[in-house]
C-alpha cells in the first residue's frame, strides 16, 4: 500500500469517527420515546449513517477486518 493511499483511507476512518460523534451528540439526551419524536434527530442520525457507510466503503477490506477483529472486515 503506498503512503497516499494509506493516508487516503486514513482520512475516511477519521470521517467516520466524526460522523459518529455528531450522532452520538444528536441523540446523547435523547430516551428510546424522545428520539421516535423528535424527526430531526432521526433525520440526522440516518444522513450520518449513509456518511459511515460512504466513508468505510473507501476502507481497504483488510484494514476494516483489523479494526473490526475479523478477517475481510
Avoid: K
Amino acid at each position: 500500500m503506498t503512503e497516499s493511499v494509506h493516508r487516503e483511507w486514513r482520512v475516511y476512518i477519521d470521517h467516520t469517527l466524526d460522523f459518529t460523534g455528531r450522532v452520538l451528540t444528536a441523540t446523547a439526551v435523547l430516551d428510546q420515546p424522545g428520539f421516535v419524536a423528535n424527526s430531526l434527530a432521526q433525520d440526522a442520525t440516518v444522513r450520518n449513517l449513509g456518511l459511515i457507510r460512504e466513508a468505510a466503503i473507501h476502507v481497504p477490506n483488510d484494514v476494516r477486518g483489523a479494526i473490526l477483529g475479523f478477517p475481510g472486515g
